[in-house]
């Protein structure tokens, strides 16, 4: 491995541990992106930026509207992720945005499988701070699944954790159970 | 390959140890419907099966079991009595209107539910005729007991409106010759499978769950009807899903969620998904007709036909909805769904789409 690409690795390595939390957990052993290290060619400068596409509820009416990022530009989908939902939780910029998800909603790990399925594992807030309604609910879960299948080519499907658990519903609405596909009609009806 | 740590391999032995203690068994009973339910939830450490005898109907469990009540009356022509009998069985005395058994299991917690289908009343020969030509509309007040649901700004609580709905929902469509069941007719808590369990059991033409929403953004008003989506029912997920429960393995806190989990339960994902795939166009049909007539209700706004993968709708064998019929969030529709006679124009609107929808099915 070239010194660059160590560089960068060990950047990305920072950066995983900085956004979850991953210290006070033991290393993903079952993991399978975890031990990929990225090919020679494939190797990006270290500061590299990428533009993203978040998906944040729209304060004008129950749709997602979009707003850009930079993220660095890392190789590996599950610290792309990573970033991508860092910065869905810091909240929007913008002012036709509201929050995607409750007040102190963390991450606490994601995870990306090789058939192309993320699990968000988040802090109990994302369950406990929702104010009730099916429509804050599914804003919330799709502003989720919809910006990391956006942004990680390699995700095609998300399975959402509340502290470790699988649950049914978030408060008695999205089903749960199993890993959710993106819903994009939510985004488009933006144009209308 | 995920193998128990330590302290749950040490937990599964003790309670291995305690299994001599007589497993606590719930028995509750319900005769509102067309047949009478019992369901018996058994904790874990018992296994038990529906056995039926000459006018008995027995519970026979393979440890010795602490039913919760010993016995009891009903009031009912179809079951009229139970208690438990030695330490593992329990009987239930079949009355004159018993006609036959269903049984089925649900899991987490484990719970048996029986159904004895027959008639009621004093005279078992009257009910025959009008019983079949009545076709049965399963409604759904949403939430219930410590869940409340969504919270208005003076207080109001989503459960106690959606039952109120659903109770003159009710009223208005017995009045139009529909036997309406309502999967709650109090303030408790109540599974999600189980709702939809009610209505699966009555062979019923509609399942209607009825919501109210809500949002932090203050000014989000106006009714809308949900249907499955038919991303929820997507084949590969669905694969997936039986993949998910065997494959997965999240690690820390989840291995003793996963412990607890039934095995099957990919399974039984992909049985309940099917179900409620081939009555989505349907669905889709009653939504449109529900929406309609909220959308002639003065005041309300109309939010449209929508669809997401609700839980509460999945395992309908039936066409299967769910009606936000306001946002409890916004100061004025909260003010409007105190009142009475709102709420009734909100029932009728949404009796009149389901009774011309049950003619036609």
Redesign the interface.
């Known amino acids: 491995m070239t010194s660059r690409g160590a560089s960068a690795l060990l950047l990305v390595a920072l950066v995983a541990c900085g956004r979850t939390d991953r210290r006070a957990?033991?290393a993903?052993a079952?993991d399978p992106v975890a031990g990929a290290a990225p090919a020679e060619g494939e190797t990006a400068a270290p500061l590299a930026k990428s533009t993203v596409t978040l998906y944040f509820?729209s304060?004008a009416g129950?749709t997602l509207t979009t707003e850009s990022r930079e993220i660095l530009d890392t190789i590996r989908p599950a610290e792309r992720g990573t970033q991508v939902l860092a910065e869905l939780l810091e909240g929007p910029r913008e002012k036709g945005a509201?929050a995607a998800v409750p007040e102190g909603t963390t991450l606490r790990?994601l995870?990306v499988?090789e058939?192309g399925?993320a699990?968000a594992?988040f802090s109990d807030e994302l369950a406990s701070g929702l104010?009730?309604?099916?429509?804050?609910e599914?804003l919330a879960i799709y502003a989720i699944v919809d910006s990391l299948t956006a942004n990680v080519p390699e995700i095609q499907?998300v399975?959402i954790?509340v502290?470790?658990?699988?649950r049914?519903?978030l408060g008695?609405?999205?089903?749960?159970?199993?890993?959710?596909?993106p819903?994009m009609a939510l985004a488009q009806k933006k144009a209308e | 390959m995920w193998r128990p740590p330590p302290l749950l391999a040490a937990l599964a032995a003790a309670t291995l140890v305690a299994a001599a203690d007589p497993v606590p068994v719930t028995i509750t009973t319900d005769s509102s419907g067309p047949s009478t339910r019992v369901v018996l939830m058994v904790e874990k450490g018992a296994r038990c099966k529906v056995v039926q005898e000459t006018a008995r109907v027995q519970v026979e469990c393979d440890n010795p079991i602490a039913p919760t009540p010993r016995s009891g009356a009903l009031d009912d022509t179809i079951l009229t009595r139970f208690a438990l009998e030695g330490d593992r069985t329990i009987v239930f005395a079949t009355g004159p209107g018993f006609r036959r058994l269903d049984t089925f299991e649900l899991r987490n917690p484990t719970r048996l539910v029986i159904d004895a289908q027959g008639e009621r009343g004093a005279a078992p020969a009257r009910a025959a005729a009008p019983a079949k030509a009545q076709p049965v509309v399963v409604i759904d007040p949403?939430?219930g007991g410590v869940?409340?649901?969504?919270?208005g700004p003076t207080g109001v609580q989503?459960k106690d409106v959606t039952l109120d709905l659903a109770r003159r929902l009710k009223a208005l469509l017995e009045r139009r010759g529909l036997t309406a069941v309502l999967t709650r007719d109090e303030d408790r808590v109540l599974p999600?499978d189980d709702r939809t369990s009610v209505a699966n059991h009555n062979r019923a033409v509609l399942f209607l769950s009825i919501?109210?929403?809500?949002?932090?953004?203050k000014d989000?008003a106006g009714a809308e009807t949900?249907f499955l989506?038919t991303?929820?029912t997507?084949a590969e997920?669905r694969t997936?899903?039986a993949l998910?429960n065997k494959a997965?393995?999240?690690?820390?806190?989840?291995s003793e969620?996963?412990a607890a989990?039934p095995p099957d339960?990919g399974l039984e994902?992909v049985l309940w998904d099917l179900a409620q795939n081939s009555y989505l166009a349907e669905s889709s049909r009653l939504a449109e007709s529900v929406q309609a007539e909220l959308n002639a209700l003065a005041g309300a706004r109309d939010r449209g036909v929508r669809q997401?993968?609700?839980?509460?709708l999945?395992g309908a064998t039936m066409p299967a909805i769910?009606v936000?019929a306001g946002?409890?969030?916004n100061p004025e529709e909260e003010a409007r769904l105190k009142d009475a006679a709102y709420k009734d124009k909100v029932a009728e609107a949404i009796a009149a789409a389901v009774a011309s929808f049950a003619a036609r099915s």
């Open positions: 957990q033991p993903p079952a509820p304060a129950d509201l790990r995870w499988r058939d399925t699990f594992d104010p009730g309604g099916s429509s804050d599914i499907r399975g954790l502290a470790g658990r699988e049914d519903t008695g609405h999205v089903d749960l159970r199993r890993p959710l596909r819903d | 949403g939430h869940e409340t649901g969504a919270v989503e999600l919501h109210l929403n809500a949002s932090k953004r989000a949900y989506s991303g929820a997507d997920a997936l899903a998910e997965y393995d999240p690690g820390g806190a989840s969620a996963k989990a339960r994902l997401a993968p609700f839980r509460v999945m769910l936000e946002f409890i969030s």
